[in-house]
């Protein structure tokens, strides 16, 4: 079966700490995507990545860091300097291409709380 | 600046009865328009989508969706509400050229359906 794999469900760390979520896809999609969801604020993008070895920084990249080293996989690390990182988060993956939109398709979601 | 609004927070239909969610939007390029829906805790799934030809969309579960671009808006519908259609419902816009197929997302509709 394709999909969006997401661990783990929920990750617990003290304030602080460094934490990285995992993103895989085999769908053989070039671009993923990561998201923030708080309640009543929808989803804002964090990061985004059009073709392995390449990423860009969306609306609320701040504390936040990537990587893409291989086709399938976009990790996401919470540093220490983000300032409110509780929440849910989501990643996502399209067909891509650097030119066209195309529907992304999402994982089940991480939920990190920091104490 | 580009936006999306759901006018709508909250909705609450009796099982069984029509079902409307709005969604109007601010782009200056051509829209290519989405909606999701999000059972609590899950990720979210694509319920239909316009890229271009017919105005009237259908997806699964049996909705379907309308853009109008003289109103700005593509409103999700069903005519005959299911329990197990309570969830959030997210509509969402991108661009369709050169912006790496980001999607702008709107807040949110939660719907809760009465027996």
């Known amino acids: 079966d394709g999909g969006i794999t997401q661990s783990p469900k929920y990750l617990f760390r003290k304030e602080g700490q460094n934490v990285t979520l995992s993103c895989e896809q085999n769908?053989?999609?070039?671009?993923m995507y990561w998201y923030r969801q708080d309640p009543g604020q929808g989803l804002r993008l964090i990061y985004y990545?059009?073709?392995?070895?390449?990423?860009q920084k969306g609306d609320i990249a701040e504390g936040y860091s990537v990587s893409r080293e291989k086709k399938e996989s976009f990790p996401l690390t919470v540093t220490s300097a983000q300032k409110n990182p509780t929440a849910f988060y989501l990643c996502?993956?399209?067909?891509?291409?650097?030119?066209?939109?195309?529907?992304?398709?999402f994982g089940p979601g991480t939920r990190l709380t920091v104490t | 600046a580009q936006s999306v609004t759901q006018p709508d927070i909250h909705i609450t239909v009796s099982e069984g009865a029509s079902l409307e969610l709005r969604c109007n939007y601010s782009?200056?390029?051509?829209?290519?328009l989405f909606w999701y829906v999000q059972s609590p805790g899950q990720g979210l799934q694509l319920l239909l989508k316009?890229?271009?030809?017919?105005?009237l969309v259908q997806g699964i579960k049996g909705f379907e969706a309308e853009f109008k671009r003289s109103q700005s808006s593509f409103n999700l519908r069903k005519p005959s509400v299911h329990w197990s259609d309570a969830a959030e419902y997210f509509c969402a816009v991108g661009a369709k050229y050169n912006q790496g197929g980001k999607l702008i997302f709107g807040q949110g509709t939660e719907l809760s359906v009465k027996p």
């Open positions: 316009y890229f271009s030809g017919d105005t």
């Open positions: 782009y200056g390029a051509t829209p290519y």
């Open positions: 996502a993956s399209s067909i891509g291409g650097t030119l066209k939109t195309y529907e992304q398709y």
């Open positions: 769908l053989n999609h070039d671009a």
């Open positions: 990545s059009q073709i392995v070895n390449d990423f």
